[in-house]
């Protein structure tokens, strides 16, 4: 009796062992946390890599975009980048309310908040411009010889000036101008030429007086001795936002790719501060920009005015605000469109609670 109550013990024992062991069957290994890029660890990649259209036109403006490209942070987030170009800013918008275009580097224009008013989930979600004062990239330049005529505001009654498209952004920034003299736009002979370069050529040939011109146009008039820069745009429009982006209703109702998207465009838009305004890295950040912007002359980023483009990706909302109380004012509105229903910083917000505030 003795010997079968050991047999039985030691089989208890062994028995108890292998349970403990689980059979003897090693315990797998727990998964490795996963983590996104080291400047954004929370953000993983999207499951499955994501084209994103944006309608653009290239320009250093653009650079929150065109950075972005360049240092893959839109990859690292698994969005691929695809540029579309338009003639028009309208077909711009068009395709952004149909769902055609995810993301548009556009202006504001009554066709704009015009396509909001349809109910059509379209938003102003960031900035993309503005003047810095004494670097106004957008302004009022007159041309070279007249620059000792057209002195103050009031000189330029009468005179031809160009702009690039009227009911919109461009159209608004000469009424500004010439609000500081006592006029409007009906105070002189306004002429519509649709391309920054065109106005170079009228310029050179003397068949307007002044235009309103963006860089690198300014810089390339200033180098060919054909325009004066005339006066800092902080006198006579210190609170506009002079370019915007715009999320279409393919981002708008996709919050994922649309938070992804904005990350890594306010990341772009710290380096393009970093290098333009704080000196760091800045000849790199030139190089980058020859290769993916319509800029290609790298002495000519020495030369232009630098745009604005906030770090933390907010617009200037006062800006905004006066731009559609001017469209109401001339009736170009289809309905009472106010300031919450244009804007939504909700993206930017998110940007700036993974990367932190820019120091």
Not at 85 to 92: I, L, R, V
Not at 208 to 214: R, S, T
Request: net charge positive; hydrophobic share 45%.
């Amino acid at each position: 009796m003795r010997r079968k109550a050991f047999v039985w013990l030691v089989a208890a024992i062994v028995g108890l062992s292998l349970l403990a062991a689980g059979c003897g069957q090693p315990k797998p290994a727990p998964a490795p946390a996963q983590a996104g890029p080291s400047w954004a660890p929370a953000l993983l990649p999207l499951a499955q890599e994501t084209v994103v259209k944006v309608g653009m036109k290239e320009v250093v403006s653009d650079g929150g975009v065109l950075i972005g490209m360049a240092k893959g942070y839109y990859k690292e987030l698994g969005i691929k980048i695809e540029p579309v170009q338009f003639n028009t800013g309208q077909e711009m918008i068009n395709a952004l309310a149909a769902g055609q275009l995810d993301v548009g580097a556009t202006v504001t224009a009554s066709g704009l908040f015009n396509a909001m008013s349809r109910d059509i989930p379209v938003k102003i979600v960031a900035d993309k411009g503005v003047n810095v004062p004494g670097k106004g990239y957008y302004r009022l330049v007159v041309r070279k010889d007249l620059a000792g005529q057209i002195k103050d505001f009031a000189d330029l009654r009468g005179r031809k000036i160009a702009i690039v498209g009227t009911a919109s952004l461009d159209e608004i920034a000469l009424d500004r101008v010439l609000n500081k003299g006592g006029m409007t736009t009906q105070d002189v002979d306004l002429q519509v030429i649709r391309s920054f370069p065109d106005m170079l050529v009228s310029l050179g040939n003397k068949s307007i007086d002044a235009a309103m011109v963006i860089e690198p146009f300014v810089a390339v008039g200033m180098a060919k001795d054909i325009l004066d820069p005339w006066k800092d745009p902080a006198e006579y429009d210190p609170d506009a936002q002079t370019a915007l982006l715009v999320f279409g209703t393919s981002m708008t109702t996709r919050p994922e790719v649309a938070n992804r998207f904005m990350t890594a465009y306010v990341k772009a838009l710290r380096d393009y501060n970093d290098a333009f305004f704080k000196n760091k890295g800045k000849a790199e950040m030139i190089a980058l920009l020859c290769k993916y912007s319509v800029v290609k002359d790298p002495v000519m980023y020495e030369k232009m005015f630098p745009v604005g483009l906030n770090p933390d990706g907010y617009l200037r909302l006062k800006g905004v605000e006066m731009d559609l109380a001017w469209y109401k004012q001339r009736n170009l509105l289809k309905a009472d469109i106010k300031l919450q229903d244009a804007v939504d910083h909700k993206y930017v917000d998110f940007a700036v609670k993974v990367l932190g505030k820019y120091q």
